[in-house]
């Protein structure tokens, strides 16, 4: 890998036994509809709110034209329908990085084996077929049950940015930032494995 090329991130189709992650687009409007609580965006920074038909269509937009970003609806193969959605943010294609975030999978798919699944088709796209060296993945400190997921995942703590975010109701709130590098990705793929492992028995 040539660290001075940069990356090459295009729009793609990723799939695995459990989920299918494919372009978000307006063809998932009726299915993330459904999938939507009100738990969903709770520590998101939306400036709307996400319910009616034209609201879930401005979101979708929105998030298909985001700059330095590449969002995904997040299929259930069980069902083929979309149960969520999940992006690469701020990707950085000359230093080689980027995020996942904005993220949030239907009430009826947490703590099931979606979030596995897709995790691990993210970074194994990101970390070894894009040449990525850093995948970060940040949430509000205040958010215990997503703080706990990713340090399950294995990513490493790396600190807490602190006012780095202003909330639709004026919170200044901090963000807890994690990262998957080379030094913790073969331990963290092994983690995931692991537990689809599990969910495949």
Not at 123 to 139: P, Q, S
Request: aromatic share 6%.
């Amino acid at each position: 890998m040539n660290l001075l090329e940069s990356m090459n991130v295009q729009p793609v189709t990723l799939s695995n036994e459990f989920v299918t992650l494919e372009p978000l687009a307006l063809k998932h409007a009726v299915d993330i509809g459904d999938a939507i609580d009100e738990q969903v965006f709770r520590y998101m920074p939306m400036r709307s709110s996400v319910k009616t038909p034209n609201e879930i269509r401005r979101y979708i937009e929105f998030q298909s034209t985001r700059p330095s970003t590449m969002s995904f609806a997040v299929i259930d193969n069980a069902t083929g329908r979309a149960v969520g959605s999940t992006s690469y943010l701020n990707i950085r294609p000359e230093h080689r990085g980027l995020e996942i975030g904005s993220t949030w999978i239907s009430k009826a798919s947490r703590g099931t084996k979606i979030n596995p699944a897709m995790k691990l088709l993210l970074l194994e796209h990101a970390l070894d077929t894009l040449g990525a060296i850093r995948v970060v993945l940040c949430t509000d400190n205040r958010n215990e049950h997503s703080k706990a997921a990713i340090s399950k995942l294995g990513a490493d703590f790396e600190g807490v940015l602190r006012s780095h975010i202003i909330m639709p109701d004026g919170h200044r709130r901090d963000t807890a930032s994690y990262a998957v590098t080379e030094h913790n990705w073969k331990d963290v793929r092994a983690g995931l494995l692991a537990r689809l492992g599990e969910f495949a028995r």
